[in-house]
């Protein structure tokens, strides 16, 4: 059969977007030009902040003072999960040295970037796990220099368990200034920071522009838009279970699509029913996002069996997606496009977003056909390297030279030929193109 929408989406991510790249060009020429003190203007004007801008040593200890200790807890409970597994990601990066030809040795060796910048939103929500994914991962990865940067709230400053995580994380400095301006800090290295060879976390339409922009100055991990969740499951699937889990989802923003893909007709309709109730259960602006994530966004799919779920899933390449049902097994082999894989109802995206080990800064918009998420690799430069004998540069030496000539690199042939003319005097070689 073909596939059936019982629940079709009337809006995709980019419905309705808005062109902000012209105002966020205009903040960064803006800031490049006038430094510290143009930045300073536009967190007058968009943060409603005139506090230190770099925290302090005292400030820092002030803040981690108002962090109630079973949060603590459950921060560095967070923190060594992800730093455990980003330590075992940075071990699957090994050097290498191999002998080409006799004589030939090329390798590579991972080198960390020097400076990452960390953007961790503190807007409509606190982020706290923002700062434990990108900070940790930046540290472990070994960067000289972290920078975490978040938006102060009025009379508040940056949200202390923001703070907290952040510095037991290891930034090195912690800054409160948030959108295109904190971007704009990092990546230009104002108020004495170092400039920024990668730019790391999620952020609001205005952030994930300047690091598109910026993108080739400095690196960045991704261009990232609305978050996505798409769930597998099949008849025997908790049908509650996979509704809370698309609701959980849908609470990210208005904008956020959630997918159910089934081969069950009565799975798919016990869910449809049971979301609105558990919206309506939320806190009001929960509720809001939810509702309209759930209305303008959400699809219900209908697939003949699972191999064709198993296709529909890798054509939306989903940056969360979550597998109830059985032979997980068989799942796991098949995927092939994803951010994040959740297999069976024991785990939930909520715990890769929070606290289970695996980062939460993914692909959205179906980049996941091309990229994985954000990992320890972000941070490392893969460089080669090559060292030869005067006998093992020999055979390379002559078909360089006649390579560059069919090319009409003259200079590259020439190269070539004054190491044989050195390492080889009075050896004839047939150098020309055609030889």
Request: aromatic letters at 6%; hydrophobic letters at 40%; a negative charge.
């Amino acid at each position: 059969m073909a596939r059936e929408y019982l629940k079709k989406a009337t809006l995709t991510a980019q419905s309705g977007a808005s062109d902000v790249q012209d105002i966020v060009q205009g903040i960064l020429s803006d800031i490049e030009e006038g430094g510290d003190a143009k930045a300073l203007e536009y967190a007058a004007k968009f943060d409603k902040y005139d506090g230190n801008v770099i925290l302090t040593a005292e400030e820092i200890e002030a803040a981690c003072a108002r962090v109630p200790q079973k949060l603590k807890e459950d921060i560095q409970f967070a923190h060594d999960n992800v730093k455990r597994f980003a330590e075992a990601q940075k071990s699957t990066l090994v050097d290498v040295e191999v002998e080409v030809q006799p004589g030939l040795i090329a390798g590579q060796k991972a080198i960390p970037v020097n400076a990452a910048g960390c953007y961790v939103p503190g807007g409509r929500y606190s982020h706290i796990a923002s700062a434990i994914m990108t900070v940790t991962t930046a540290k472990v990865a070994g960067c000289s220099h972290i920078t975490a940067t978040s938006p102060p709230r009025p009379g508040l400053g940056v949200a202390p368990a923001i703070v907290y995580a952040a510095h037991i994380c290891g930034a090195d400095k912690i800054m409160a200034l948030g959108g295109v301006q904190g971007v704009a800090a990092m990546t230009f290295g104002l108020f004495g920071l170092p400039k920024a060879n990668i730019l790391v976390g999620p952020g609001n339409q205005f952030v994930a522009e300047a690091k598109r922009i910026l993108f080739g100055r400095v690196g960045i991990d991704m261009i990232a838009g609305p978050t996505d969740s798409l769930v597998l499951a099949d008849k025997d699937a908790d049908a509650m279970i996979v509704a809370v889990d698309l609701v959980s989802q849908a609470e990210h923003g208005y904008n956020s699509p959630v997918w159910l893909v089934t081969d069950s007709r009565d799975m798919a309709e016990k869910v449809m029913a049971l979301v609105p109730d558990l919206i309506a259960d939320l806190p009001e602006l929960n509720r809001e996002n939810a509702f309209a994530a759930w209305r303008d966004y959400a699809e219900v799919i209908l697939c003949e069996d699972r191999e064709d779920m198993a296709a529909c899933s890798d054509e939306y390449a989903p940056e969360h997606l979550t597998v109830q049902a059985q032979d997980l097994d068989w799942w796991l082999g098949r995927l092939s496009c994803y951010g994040s894989l959740f297999l069976g109802e024991e785990t939930t995206v909520s715990y890769g977003d929070k606290a289970a080990g695996t980062n939460h800064v993914l692909p959205t918009s179906g980049a996941a056909t091309y990229t994985g998420g954000l990992s320890v690799h972000k941070y490392m430069k893969i460089v080669t390297w090559q060292r030869s004998t005067p006998e093992g540069s020999k055979r390379v030496a002559e078909a360089t030279a006649r390579i560059s000539r069919l090319e009409g690199m003259e200079g590259h042939a020439r190269a070539a030929d004054v190491r044989l003319a050195k390492y080889f005097p009075g050896e004839n070689f047939d150098l020309t193109a055609e030889g």
